[in-house]
């Protein structure tokens, strides 16, 4: 590369650089965030935990609600109930363990059993010293009528200033969208069942 190249590459490092750093400056507000993982691609829980993992890796305490996933033998599953079970533990960890919808095909099992798992849950919401509760797949209790969408707005516009939340699910409600500091939507460009692969452990559960 030439002199003339790597200048003007430098000069545009730098630009971006100072583009970056004024926005550094001007996020001056500190309270926790809402953040939504949708769409209908791969990875929402999993990129949910990941942040879980991080705050745990600080030491905070968090809470991980899983919705639908109850039954299936997930690792996730496994690594946080040993991990919550810990006397030391900064985890709490609520599962509503009737699996998915489609398989239960119960809908007063089903909205009992969300119900409870949510009652479980809001103690969490007044709790100033959980600083991450992440709500994986809760969007399905919205779209089944399972949880009463307006009531969980009120808890969250409600919750500690500090304390951040994740929800995680396909269909996210345009009010959760609305009310959310950040969105994600994944998309599906590809997905290895779609072309005939079998779900394997440690990647789909």
């Known amino acids: 590369m030439n002199t003339d190249k790597i200048q003007r590459h ?21 309270q926790g965030v809402l953040i939504v993982i949708t769409g209908n691609g791969k990875g929402k829980t999993t990129s949910a935990l990941g942040t879980l993992l ?8 968090c809470a991980l609600v899983q919705f639908i996933k109850g039954q299936w033998d997930c690792g996730e599953g ?9 006397k030391e533990s900064s985890l709490t ?44 797949e809760i969007t399905y209790m919205f779209k089944y009528k399972y949880l009463d ?15 951040n939340v994740i929800i995680t699910g396909r269909g996210a409600p345009k009010e959760l969208l609305e009310l959310a500091d950040t969105v ?19 990647i789909e559960w």
Not at 128 to 133: D, N, R, V
Not at 184 to 202: D, L, R, T, W
């Open 10 to 30: 430098n000069e545009r490092m730098k630009r971006h650089k100072k583009i970056v750093d004024d926005k550094i400056d001007k996020a001056t507000i500190e």
């Open 54 to 61: 991080r705050s745990l890796g600080h030491g905070h305490q």
């Open 78 to 86: 496994h690594f946080f109930a040993e991990t919550g079970g810990k």
């Open 93 to 136: 960890t609520y599962t509503m363990d009737t699996g998915f919808t489609w398989n239960s095909q119960d809908f007063e099992k089903d909205k009992q059993a969300a119900t409870a798992v949510w009652q479980q849950t809001l103690p969490l919401f007044s709790d100033p010293e959980c600083q991450l509760i992440v709500l994986d």
């Open 149 to 163: 969408l307006n009531e969980v707005i009120t808890v969250l516009k409600n919750r500690p200033k500090h304390q």
């Open 184 to 202: 994600s939507e994944i998309q599906p460009v590809k997905h290895a069942f779609n072309q005939g692969i079998k779900a394997q452990e440690g």
